[in-house]
């Protein structure tokens, strides 16, 4: 009997024991993500203070073309360097009036509708584009608040 309650007694042990093992495994592999998805959404901003228009894009664009701006094929275009990116009037307007109709980005064709996005203010359109420019594989000039005043 007492033999009985030794191996009941070592088999909840060693249940008790793959379990947590495997809670613990689990939490490793997290861990493990996390620090890639923070440095694909920091973009060039690695160091110090994030760029503000880091929190506009979360916020405001990162549903549809992704937290690494790689964009869903034949849904939403990337925002890795492109015609769109590189011409600044171009992309203060898309934000003031949205954009549809076909495009060809990057030799895809996307035939879609961006809203416009002409509630926010001149200042966070202004962040958003610059940061934009600056991440994502692009290397381009920020755009000033009064660029932005100046086109709305
Ligand atoms: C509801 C989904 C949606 C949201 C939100 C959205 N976009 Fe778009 N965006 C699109 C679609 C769809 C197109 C392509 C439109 C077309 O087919 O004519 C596009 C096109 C673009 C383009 C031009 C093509 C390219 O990929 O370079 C840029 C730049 C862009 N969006 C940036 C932004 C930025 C910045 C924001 C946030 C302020 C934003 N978008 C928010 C869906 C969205």
Redesign the pocket.
């Known amino acids: 009997m007492r033999q009985f309650y030794f191996y009941s007694i070592m088999l909840f042990v060693f249940v008790l024991g793959s379990c947590s093992g495997k809670k613990s495994a689990n939490n490793n592999q997290e861990q493990s993500e996390n620090p890639k998805e923070l440095s694909d959404v920091t973009g060039t901003q690695a160091l110090g203070e994030p760029h503000p228009g880091k929190a ?2 979360q916020k ?2 990162l ?3 992704q937290s690494d701006g790689s ?1 869903v094929p034949g ?5 890795s360097p ?1 015609e ?2 590189a011409d600044k009037d171009k ?1 203060i307007e ?2 003031l009036n949205g ?5 060809t ?1 990057n030799g895809e064709v ?6 416009a ?1 002409d509630f ?1 203010s001149d200042e966070q359109i202004a962040d ?2 610059s940061y ?1 420019r600056m991440s994502f594989g692009n290397d381009l000039e920020a755009v000033s608040q009064e660029e932005v005043a100046a086109a709305r």
């Open positions: 506009v894009y405001y664009c549903t549809c073309h964009g849904m939403f275009p990337p925002l492109n769109w990116i992309m898309l934000m954009q549809s109709g076909e495009i980005v996307y035939n879609s509708l961006m809203p996005h926010l958003v584009i934009v």
